[in-house]
């Protein structure tokens, strides 16, 4: 019995089992510092959440399933809906009217998404009302925000406006920052241009780069639509830094998750290291209590603690070369998606140099007007493409030789995502005279007989 109860607490002592408010903690607080380790933050909250359950802890569980469904939000919405619900259910049954404010603004903005707008704005103002009994301002915020939104999305831009105007704000406080987003947004959709120039401007964006780049973006914007000519290109020139800062910092992001993860695996081997020790030295103990007992039942005892070692062994072996194909596998995946980050970002940035084009600003106005192009626009236009997507029409011209110059120009203002109007008038055509003439390009010059494909797809393939 004596060596019995050594074991159990060897056992015992060996698993250093973490409670769930910890695993919790640690979450918030690796979150807090690396916001774009998702991965890693979920797999935390997860473990909470079972250690919760076993532990019992509805205050736990209810906390876990609120942050998992705000994770989880844009990947699975409905999943993360069904968290929210089980979180307000919990806060329901603890009684707890801050947790069940929080979880209702969850579910509110989750049905939002899902374009549930009528049931998103019901639970808008039943969060409103509860703030108000409570003189909660974070959550009043946060509800006329939301309002706000909704408004704006079904295009009732005066009233997300009136919405906005009564939000509370409390310089400092956090969520301020997006609440005001919204209110410039607001000003922003009903053409009042100074008025949103002004909250733009106003926004704290220390230490926030995707802010500052959204704030820059929309700057510019109204300075285009002003006709703010010196200040557009101040405004353009910051968001371009702002952009690559930001693209830095995912970077630097990714490179210390890779670290911590790193990291960790190397605890969790020197954890298991640790564990196979110890039981080694229980096989020996128990090897040792057996021939004080008698010779015959010790060594059959010992036989027993060789076979199972190698058994434990064998599946170590087993379960590190599962491992590492796993993290092989995951290392590929890491890489795939680094690839693809990158390319979005270089066609956005492809983007936005098409857009911001003078030329292509002339074809794009509201005139009806023939849109006259000389020589050297086209060679304009032609070089600005060849630079930003690595010889495009270079390699359309080699790829079809045989293409007329008209087949050339229309591939390049396909290309710059030129409206049918606008090249119809270049033309002096009509836009169904431009529909005919891309029909005609996709299917004798390209070969391409699929109805549902457009040629822009086609040409973007090059």
């Excluded at 903690?25 to 690796?30: D, S």
């Excluded at 929309?218 to 968001?239: K, N, R």
């Excluded at 015959?296 to 603690?305: D, I, N, P, Q, T």
């Amino acid at each position: 019995m004596t060596t019995c109860a050594a074991i159990a607490s060897l056992l015992a002592g060996c698993s250093e089992r973490r409670s769930a408010s910890d695993l919790l903690a640690e979450a918030e607080q690796m979150y807090a510092i690396y916001p774009d380790s998702s991965k890693t933050y979920t797999d935390l909250l997860q473990a909470a959440m079972q250690q919760a359950e076993q532990e019992k802890s509805s205050a736990s569980m209810a906390r876990c399933a609120l942050l998992l469904a705000r994770q989880q939000q844009w990947t699975d919405v409905y999943a993360a809906y069904h968290l929210a619900a089980r979180a307000l259910q919990l806060y329901e049954e603890m009684s707890d009217e801050t947790g069940k404010i929080q979880a209702q603004l969850t579910m509110a903005g989750l049905l939002a998404q899902a374009d549930s707008l009528a049931q998103a704005r019901s639970l808008y103002h039943t969060c409103l009302q509860s703030a108000r009994q409570l003189r909660d301002a974070a959550v009043q915020r946060s509800a006329l925000a939301g309002l706000a939104e909704l408004c704006l999305a079904e295009g009732k831009n005066a009233e997300a406006l009136a919405t906005a105007r009564q939000i509370p704000f409390i310089e400092g406080e956090e969520g301020s920052s997006q609440a005001l987003f919204v209110l410039a947004n607001c000003y922003l959709q009903c053409d009042s241009l100074a008025q949103a120039r002004a909250i733009y401007g106003q926004i704290d964006t220390r230490g926030n780069t995707k802010a500052r780049y959204v704030a820059l973006r929309h700057l510019t914007e109204i300075a285009l639509l002003e006709g703010d000519l010196q200040g557009a290109p101040l405004y353009v020139d910051s968001a371009f830094a702002t952009a690559e800062e930001l693209f830095f910092e995912t970077l630097q992001q990714q490179e210390q998750y890779h670290r911590d993860n790193l990291r960790q695996q190397r605890e969790a081997e020197r954890i298991a290291y640790r564990h196979r020790l110890i039981f080694g030295l229980l096989a020996g103990t128990i090897v040792f209590a057996g021939l004080v007992i008698a010779y015959v039942v010790s060594l059959s005892r010992h036989r027993r603690a060789i076979q199972h070692q190698r058994l434990l062994a064998e599946q170590r072996e087993r379960e590190l070369a599962e491992e590492r194909l796993m993290g092989e596998k995951r290392e590929r995946e890491l890489a795939v998606e680094r690839l693809q980050r990158q390319e979005q970002m270089v066609s956005l940035l492809q983007g936005f140099i098409i857009e911001k084009s003078e030329i292509l600003q002339r074809l794009q106005g509201e005139s009806d007007r023939k849109v006259a192009l000389s020589n050297r626009d086209w060679r304009e236009i032609e070089e600005t493409l060849d630079s930003i997507t690595g010889g495009f029409v270079s390699r359309l011209r080699q790829q079809h030789p045989e293409f007329h110059e008209e087949d050339i120009q229309l591939c390049m203002m396909t290309r710059m995502r030129l409206s049918n109007q606008a090249i119809a008038r270049i033309y002096l055509i009509t836009v169904s005279a431009v529909k005919h003439r891309k029909l005609k390009l996709k299917k004798d010059g390209f070969g391409e007989f699929d109805p549902n494909r457009p040629l822009d797809d086609v040409i973007n393939e090059l």
